[in-house]
Structure formats: C-alpha cells, structure tokens
C-alpha cells in the first residue's frame, strides 16, 4: 500500500536550534517527494523536491532534505530555525501524475 | 497577482443544500485538482482535470461534481450537502517538471466549508 509517515505529529524547537522533520514512505515505484509547509489560514507551499540525481536537495527558506533510499526516508532539516518558520509541514510521495499521497503533518512550534 | 484563487474562502451552510466553490489559476497549467484536507489536516485527492478532460477521479460520492469550462478553471459543485462535508477544499494546478516530467503542484489558499 501506498502511504507517508510523519512519526512526529507536534515539535517544538527554541528558535535558532536546528531542526529534522521525519518522514517515511512506501511507494512501489520510484517515488517523486516533496515538503510542503501550510501557514495557518494558507495554501500549501512548495519547499523542496526530490525526483532523481543528488540526494540531497535544497529548497527555500534555508530548508534541505535528504532522500536514503535504504530506509524509504525523506527528512527535512534546518540548521537554524526562526520563529516564522512555526507552520504545518506535510511530507508527500507520487507517482509524477499529480496524485500526491500526504502524511498526516507535523505541527512546529518555536519558542523564543 | 494570486497564481491559483479559490472564492470563497469562507462558506457556511446547512445540510442539504447545494454550494460550489469555485477555482481559476493565471499559470497557463494544463491540469488542475482537488483536494480535500479533513479536521484532522488529512490532504487527500478529489479530482484532477488535464485541459478540461478529467484525469482522476477518486472514490468521491457523485454528490461532488467538478466542472472545467477550460483549462484555467476548475470549479467544485456538491449537491445534498452532509456535516461529514465539512473540510477545507485545496485546488492546485501543476506543469511537468524533470527529464520524467513530474507534475509539481501549486496550490490555492483554501475554501473552508462548514456544513451546520
């Protein structure tokens, strides 16, 4: 079955701490994933992709992800958060048809 | 200059009556979406539509009837409505991107439906 895991559904960071969003997927084929952030009240924005080549991507905001196919896991990270990056992050995989399967969030608080 | 609009944001109304909501994207996207993200921030796909013709239905009741006049709209009518209707509805348009001509999704502010 096709399906996305956000193991963490809440985190708080203090700001200027780094942060790692978790996620793992199961997807049968080559798996395209991406983050996206939700503001409350907002769409969701794009901040990173991944669909081949270096495993590492870069994204906006300061944001990066790491793609291990081994252990299925697409995690986020930034070396220092700031007090607006507190948001929703979801964690997607699809197939490249626009079908995206979302995990379930994870809510970022930052403390001052 | 919004890339994807959704009107309206806000919409409250009570069970059994029809609504629709209604979408335009200004990013000369061929395809275009639904999706339905639930009280529990659950996103899941609804509908998606490539230059009017419709791609992806999921196992949406036929209450829910989406309709592309072209390419650059894609509006959402639910008949009946049920408090189990209650969600915020996520459009989003997409262009290919990559050597595999991925699609990368650019999604709209929201529609939040509250059905009493």
């Known amino acids: 079955a096709q399906s996305v895991t956000q193991p963490d559904i809440h985190i708080t960071v203090s700001e200027g701490a780094s942060l790692e969003l978790r996620c793992n997927y199961s997807?049968?084929?080559?798996?395209?994933l991406f983050w996206y952030v939700q503001s409350p009240g907002q769409g969701l924005q794009l901040l990173l992709k991944?669909?081949?080549?270096?495993?590492l991507v870069q994204g906006i905001k300061g944001f990066e992800a790491e793609f291990k196919r081994s252990q299925s896991s697409f995690n986020l990270r930034k070396p220092s958060v700031h007090w607006s990056d507190a948001a929703e992050y979801f964690c997607?995989?699809?197939?490249?048809?626009?079908?995206?399967?979302f995990g379930q969030g994870t809510t970022l608080q930052v403390k001052p | 200059d919004t890339a994807v609009s959704q009107t309206p944001k806000y919409l409250v109304t009570q069970m059994g009556n029809d609504k629709s909501i209604k979408c335009e994207q200004n990013?000369?996207?061929?395809?275009m979406y639904w999706y339905k993200q639930d009280s529990k921030k659950f996103l899941k796909i609804m509908f998606s539509?490539?230059?009017?013709?419709?791609?992806i239905n999921e196992t949406v009741p036929n209450r829910f009837s989406p309709k592309s006049p072209d390419k650059a709209h894609l509006n959402l009518h639910i008949n009946s409505l049920e408090l189990g209707d209650s969600a915020v509805y996520f459009c989003?348009?997409?262009?290919?991107?990559?050597?595999?001509?991925?699609?990368?999704?650019?999604f709209g502010a929201g529609s939040r439906l509250t059905v009493l």
């Open positions: 990013l000369g996207h061929d395809t």
């Open positions: 997607a995989v699809g197939g490249g048809t626009g079908k995206l399967i």
């Open positions: 991944y669909f081949s080549g270096d495993t």
């Open positions: 539509y490539n230059n009017k013709e419709l791609i």
């Open positions: 989003a348009s997409s262009q290919e991107e990559g050597a595999a001509g991925a699609n990368v999704l650019t």
């Open positions: 997807y049968g084929a080559t798996p395209y």
